[in-house]
Nanobody
Framework: VQLQASGGGFVQAGGSLNLSCADA????????VGWFRQAPGKEREFVAR????????SYADSVKGRFTISRNNAKNMVYLQMNSLKPEDTAVYYC?????????????????WGQGTLVTVSS
């Protein structure tokens, strides 16, 4: 598994971004995948996760109703659609793959990490 996150950028509050996570080795179709974020001076936190087959999406309370995680295993891609963005969503966003088909929100459950993509939301 070799992950690459993309799609970050600068957006005004209320705007939208769609992040993408690609597996360059095209092998993570059997792995749960999660999105995490880390703001300056803060610890990395869970944002959303999805099981290997696209089922059981789960979200942090802070993004529930605004973010949607999805995946297309035929394309080896996982997405994070982010709507109604807020300044507090500003962070580097990482995608990560677990070693199992299902996983929880803890960073320790994820073995493979992408390089991160920066999302900046202005007020």
């Amino acid at each position: 598994v070799q992950l690459q996150a993309s799609g970050g950028g600068f957006v005004q509050a209320g705007g939208s971004l769609n992040l993408s996570c690609a597996d360059a080795r095209r092998t993570f179709t059997n792995n749960a995948v999660g999105w995490f974020r880390q703001a300056p001076g803060k610890e990395r936190e869970f944002v959303a996760r999805i099981s290997w087959n696209g089922g059981l999406p789960s979200y942090a309370d802070s993004v529930k109703g605004r973010f949607t995680i999805s995946r297309n295993n035929a394309k080896n891609m996982v997405y994070l659609q982010m709507n109604s963005l807020k300044p507090e969503d500003t962070a580097v966003y990482y995608c990560a793959a677990a070693t199992s088909a299902y996983s929880g929100p803890n960073t320790t459950s994820y073995r493979y990490w992408g390089q991160g993509t920066l999302v900046t939301v202005s007020s």
